[in-house]
């Protein structure tokens, strides 16, 4: 297979696959020096509160196949758990509709910005911290008690025995998956990032795949605004998202998404996001300071980025 040595004949496996090592690594640690690590009440904890970044990190993972970036995610999940409260009185599906509706302008904005030559990292920037001002404003500035059955539901309930935030998560990871290998749109997608001009040349949409790689991630930061809206039972815009934009990003480059752009890895970015959450889990369970998974965040993405590099060519 190609890629799997380097200029130099050295093994190149460890974008690919080292996320799959690293869980194994931990995921081993915890069983053995994590008590009541192996319950299945702690299991489904875990893959509930793993699944908004999941679904954050799928729509990322479309984004950097782009050769782009997201920064603005987490605002968007701000503004939409900051709407929910605003139009429940409509009824639930109308207050998430119109979530999901601002989570789409605000990936129209972004899409169209980056797709006329803006910056992706500058033009995201902007509603990175636009965005979450917005939240704000339509909030007052509180968090919002919420008692809504159907939201309830959505954040905490369960289909078969299955946390029904860890089936969307999979629904979104499958639909992903299915447009990348079968759809004519996620064929452009990966021509875009992987050379932009060429896809020029080649008379493809450029442009208007921009902006549609750019609307799907605000919707799915929307839902992801939504689900934890619903198990929280609050609107919370304060600190709904706060720095979910970072996870998603290590859990795409960790999972073995380069940052040069076409290629997306769908399961690698769900190992990538669930070995964030084990790490901060991991970190909490020992009665360590949170400082210290975002030192091992930050330590782990250094190093996804440095195996990647002879995939940029330097």
């Known amino acids: ?115 006329y030559g803006i910056q992706p990292i500058v033009a995201t920037l902007g509603l990175l911290v636009a965005g979450r001002g917005v939240a704000l404003v339509l909030a007052d500035g509180r968090l919002v008690e919420i008692f809504d059955p159907t939201l309830a539901a959505i954040g905490g309930g369960q289909v078969l025995g299955v946390p029904l935030p860890v089936l969307m998560a999979l629904t979104v990871a499958a639909a992903a998956g299915f447009v990348l290998r079968r759809a004519a749109f996620g064929r452009r997608l990966l021509a875009v990032g992987g050379n932009r001009p060429a896809a020029l040349l080649a008379g493809l949409p450029v442009r208007r795949t921009l902006v549609t790689v750019y609307v799907i991630s605000g919707v799915l930061a929307a839902m992801a605004g939504v689900l934890t809206t619903g198990r929280q039972s609050a609107s919370d815009p304060s600190f709904t998202g706060l720095l979910i934009e970072l996870s998603a990003i290590t859990a795409v480059v960790v999972g073995g998404t380069p940052l040069a752009g076409g290629r997306v890895r769908i399961l690698g970015t769900l190992m990538g996001a669930l070995l964030m959450q084990l790490i901060i889990a991991t970190v909490i369970q020992h009665d360590l300071h949170d400082s210290t998974a975002r030192m091992i965040q930050a330590a782990i993405i250094v190093a996804a980025v440095y195996a990647q590099r002879d995939r940029s060519g330097t």
């Open 1 to 115: 297979m190609a890629g799997r040595t380097g200029a130099a004949g050295h093994v190149t496996w460890l974008p690919d696959y080292g996320v799959y090592l690293a869980l194994g690594v931990l995921l081993a640690f915890n069983l053995v020096f994590t008590p009541n690590f192996a319950t299945v009440a702690n299991l489904r904890l875990q893959l509930v509160q793993v699944a908004p970044v999941a679904i954050v990190a799928l729509g990322m993972a479309l984004v950097i196949g782009t050769e782009g970036i997201d920064l603005s995610v987490g605002s968007t999940m701000a503004i939409a758990a900051a709407l929910l409260p605003l139009y429940l009185g409509y009824g639930p599906w109308p207050a998430i509709a119109v979530a999901v509706l601002a989570g789409a302008a605000v990936g129209l904005v972004n899409g169209g910005l980056v797709a």
